[in-house]
C-alpha cells in the first residue's frame, strides 16, 4: 500500500465529492479500474485542503500538478501487526442505520425499499465502531466527534442526501492480526467518496 499527502486547490476543495474525483486522476494508468483508494481531509480551507490518500497503487504526479490535484510526497508501507498489539487509531466515517424508506416506495419486486439514515446518540456509534471491528480488534478507549454534515444529490433521484461525518479517536488491541489489515485496506462504513472510511494505525 502506498500513504500519500495531496494538496486540493480550487473550488475543488469544498466538496468532498470533487476531491475524490480528482484524487482518481493522480491513478491516470488504468482508467477503467476499480476505485482502490481512500482518503480523508486532514485540513479543509477556502483555497485548498490537505488530504491523506491511501492507496494500493502508486500515484502520479509528484512533480507536478494534476488539474486540482498536487501530490507532496508518497511512500510504500505494509504493515506489520501481531496478535495483542496496542495501537492508536483514528477513523473519519459514516455511521449509520437501515431503515424502511419513509416514503413508501416500493421496489420493483413489491417490496418496501431501505435507506439508510446516519446514527447520532454517542452510544449507537460506539456500538456501530465496536461492531465494525468485533473479533478483529477490541476498542481499549474511544473519543467522538461528530462533524458537520455533508449533502449531496444523487443524479437519479431528486432528493438530498447527506452523509454525517464523526471521527473515531482511541486505542485498541489487535485480535485478528490478517482481517484488520484487510479492513485497512478496504475500509469502514458507506461514504467512502465523501472522505469516510480511512482507518489510520499507528503505535
Known amino acids: 500500500m502506498y500513504l500519500s499527502k495531496v ?11 470533487e476531491i475524490h474525483r480528482a ?10 479500474a476499480a476505485r482502490d483508494f481512500l482518503f480523508r481531509v486532514e485540513r479543509s480551507g477556502q483555497r485548498d485542503s490537505e488530504i491523506l490518500m491511501q492507496s494500493l497503487r502508486e500515484p502520479l504526479g509528484a512533480d507536478a500538478p494534476i488539474n486540482e490535484a498536487r501530490l507532496l510526497g508518497s511512500k510504500q508501507y505494509t504493515l506489520s501487526l501481531t496478535q495483542g498489539q496496542n495501537l492508536r487509531f483514528k477513523l473519519l466515517a ?4 437501515t431503515i424502511n424508506d419513509e416514503g413508501g ?13 446516519p446514527l447520532v446518540r454517542d452510544e449507537e456509534l460506539e456500538v456501530w465502531l465496536i ?31 447527506k452523509v454525517q461525518p464523526v471521527c473515531f479517536q482511541g486505542t485498541l488491541a489487535v485480535t485478528d492480526p490478517a482481517s484488520l489489515e484487510e479492513l485497512v485496506q478496504k475500509g469502514i462504513g458507506p461514504g467512502k467518496a465523501f472522505g469516510c472510511g480511512l482507518l489510520s494505525l499507528a503505535k
Open 7 to 17: 494538496m486540493i486547490s480550487g473550488a475543488a476543495c469544498r466538496n468532498p465529492y
Open 23 to 32: 484524487l482518481w486522476k493522480l491513478f491516470p494508468t488504468d482508467a477503467d
Open 94 to 97: 459514516n455511521p449509520v442505520k
Open 105 to 117: 416506495r416500493l421496489t420493483t419486486k413489491g417490496e418496501v425499499k431501505k435507506c439508510r439514515v
Open 131 to 161: 461492531r465494525k471491528l468485533a473479533g478483529i480488534a477490541e476498542i481499549k478507549t474511544v473519543e467522538v466527534e461528530k462533524r458537520l454534515p455533508l449533502n449531496f444529490r444523487k443524479a437519479s433521484e431528486k432528493r438530498i442526501g
